[in-house]
Nanobody, 116 residues
C-alpha cells in the first residue's frame, strides 16, 4: 500500500523558516518524481515544487523561488521542503504527491500557518 506521510508543519512568524518532510512507503521512491502542492484557506490547489527522480531537476512556482528548496533522501524514502523567509501568503496545507500515468498518490497534508 502506498503511503505518503507529511510532517513538520506548524505556526511560524513572518520571515521564519520551516522544513517539511514527506515519508514515503509502498513504492520505489527513488524511481519517482515527487511534488509538493499546497492549498491556502478558501483557495484551490497550487503546485509548489517538483523534484525529479535522482534529484537532477527541480522546478518551483515563481512565488517561492529563492525561498523554498525541495530535496530528497532516497535512502530514507523522504522528500523535504525547506521554507524560509515565510510570508502570510504561504499559509496553507502542504501535500506531497506522486503523479503517475494512472493517477496520483497524496499524503494527508501538513498545515503551515505564517503569522505576522
Amino acid at each position: 500500500e502506498v503511503q505518503l506521510v507529511e510532517s513538520g508543519g506548524g505556526l511560524v512568524q513572518t520571515g521564519g523558516s520551516l522544513t517539511l518532510s514527506c515519508e514515503a512507503s509502498g513504492f520505489t521512491f527513488s524511481a519517482w518524481t515527487m511534488t509538493w502542492v499546497r492549498q491556502a484557506p478558501g483557495k484551490g490547489l497550487e503546485w509548489v515544487s517538483t523534484l525529479s527522480n535522482g534529484g537532477v531537476t527541480t522546478t518551483y512556482v515563481d512565488s517561492v523561488k529563492g525561498r523554498f528548496t525541495i530535496s530528497r533522501d532516497d535512502a530514507k524514502n523522504t522528500l523535504y521542503l525547506q521554507m524560509s523567509s515565510l510570508k502570510s501568503d504561504d499559509t496553507a496545507v502542504y501535500y506531497c504527491a506522486n503523479f503517475h500515468g494512472s493517477g496520483s498518490y497524496w499524503g494527508q497534508g501538513t498545515k503551515v500557518t505564517v503569522s505576522s
